[in-house]
Nanobody, 113 residues
Framework: QVQLVESGGGLVQPGGSLRLSCAAS????????MAWYRQAPGKERELVAR??????TLYGDSVKGRFTISRDSAKNTYLQMNSLSPEDTAIYFC????????WGQGTQVTVSS
């Protein structure tokens, strides 16, 4: 089992930045794929960014060039979000595993003036 806890969400003005963190615990002895997803009201959950065990990354089209995913260990991953717009408002979830086997509870990001 793996437990995930997200943090760093909040209210930010358009054009601002936020950094989300995800801390994993439990069976995290090996580096595994971790990812960030988001779900806006009335919309389906979508992939924001993924970082693979070898370090490669993948981004959703809507965040390319603005968001950066990183990790500092097998347990922690981060999402640096720049140039935020109201369209980025959503609950952001951290996922662990090549098939997103485990999920956190999510952290709310609201972009509004």
């Amino acid at each position: 089992q793996v437990q995930l806890v997200e943090s760093g969400g909040g209210l930010v003005q358009p054009g601002g930045s936020l950094r989300l963190s995800c801390a994993a615990s439990g069976n995290t002895f090996n580096i595994n794929t971790m990812a960030w997803y988001r779900q806006a009201p009335g919309k389906e959950r979508e992939l924001v960014a993924r970082i693979y065990s070898y370090g490669g990354t993948l981004y959703g089209d809507s965040v390319k060039g603005r968001f950066t995913i990183s990790r500092d260990s097998a347990k922690n991953t981060y999402l640096q979000m720049n140039s935020l717009s109201p369209e980025d408002t959503a609950i952001y979830f951290c996922a662990y595993g090549s098939l997103a086997d485990y999920w956190g509870q999510g952290t709310q990001v609201t972009v509004s003036s």
